[in-house]
């Protein structure tokens, strides 16, 4: 089965590196050339546009930022369906709402092109490891198809539903791990303003009811080592609580904490933090206070 692999990020990259390693016959796109040519010397072919690789592929992986890049991708004049051939398989692993995965898979379909939501949860750890989590949404068919893919890619697979209810699981797991990163980010600065040492406060709490992802993966490799390139950049995660407050009001959910959280990443993307890891959400406070959280 041929692969194509569309967005070679943070996630992208290590991603399509997984499925090298296991020989997968792989052609890439991406707009950053220097991603293209690093692959590339490992054994990648690379189309120029999203159409050129369409034509060479079974099946189409797309990690990208958001919904707005993946409709230029499958849908714009260079894009997927502008080349898909009959029974091609387009799979989304971006992190989008479920509603626009519908319309995607609607407007593929007008082709007789497959398409699926698989977003996933692990970070770029999980993604060079090939741990990810993997949340699937389509027809069980379409998801067979992938499934050997998502093997290579992911640790856990869960077929969470129809097309759309991947990214819909998606979105509730990252409006929590927003809100668990902000409280922690929070917390902690308060325990090192009162004397606390940030590595007795992690022993405990890591170990305690206060536990969580956020915690562990982000205070634990990015705030007490002063690290904050990413991983996950505080620009996509204010896009997914977008995604999520948005959903809240078509719903009619309120979402008092999502709304005010939303409003601590904007305020550090107006500090200028928007493409830096959301373990950053702590630089502001730490400003504030004029205290570090650091081992
Ligand atoms: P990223 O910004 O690091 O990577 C995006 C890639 O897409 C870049 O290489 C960029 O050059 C490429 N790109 C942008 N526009 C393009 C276009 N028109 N055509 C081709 N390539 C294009 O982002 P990321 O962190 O890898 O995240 C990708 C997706 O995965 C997002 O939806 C994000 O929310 C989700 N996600 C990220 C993480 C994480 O920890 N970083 C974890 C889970 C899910």
């Known amino acids: 089965m041929k692969i194509g692999f569309i967005g070679l990020g943070n996630m992208g990259k290590p991603m399509a590196m997984n499925l090298l390693k296991a020989q997968c016959d792989l052609t890439i796109n991406d707009v950053n050339q220097s991603i293209m040519e690093e692959l590339s010397a490992m054994g990648a072919k690379t189309a120029a546009t999203p159409a050129e690789l369409a034509r060479k592929v079974d099946i ?151 536990n969580s992802y956020a915690l562990e993966a982000k205070m634990q490799n990015f705030v007490f080592k002063g690290a904050f390139e990413p991983g996950f950049m505080i620009d996509l995660q204010y896009k997914d609580l977008e995604l999520a407050v948005q959903t809240g009001k078509e719903s009619k959910v309120p979402l008092m904490i999502a709304n005010v959280v939303q409003q601590l990443y904007g305020q550090a993307q107006a500090a200028g933090l928007g493409k830096e890891d959301i373990s950053a959400i702590i630089k502001p406070l730490e400003n504030l206070t004029g205290i570090q959280v650091r081992m």
């Open 60 to 210: 189409v992986i797309t990690m990208l930022p958001n919904g707005n890049i993946v409709e230029q991708v499958v849908n714009g004049p260079q894009g997927i369906l502008a080349a898909a051939q009959p029974g091609l398989c387009i799979l989304d692993m971006s992190s989008v709402a479920p509603g626009f995965t519908r319309k995607m898979a609607d407007l593929a379909a007008k082709k007789q092109v497959d398409y699926m939501d698989a977003p996933v949860s692990g970070g770029v750890k999980g993604a060079d490891a090939g741990t990810l989590t993997i949340m699937a949404g389509g027809a069980s068919e379409v998801v067979a198809k992938c499934r050997p893919i998502l093997e290579i890619l992911g640790g856990k697979i869960y077929e969470v539903g129809a097309v759309g209810a991947g990214d819909a699981v998606k979105m509730i797991n990252n409006l929590l791990l927003a809100v668990n990163m902000a409280a922690t980010a929070e917390a902690f600065t308060l325990g090192a303003k009162i004397g606390l040492d940030p590595k007795v406060m992690f022993d405990v709490i890591s170990t305690s009811s206060g």
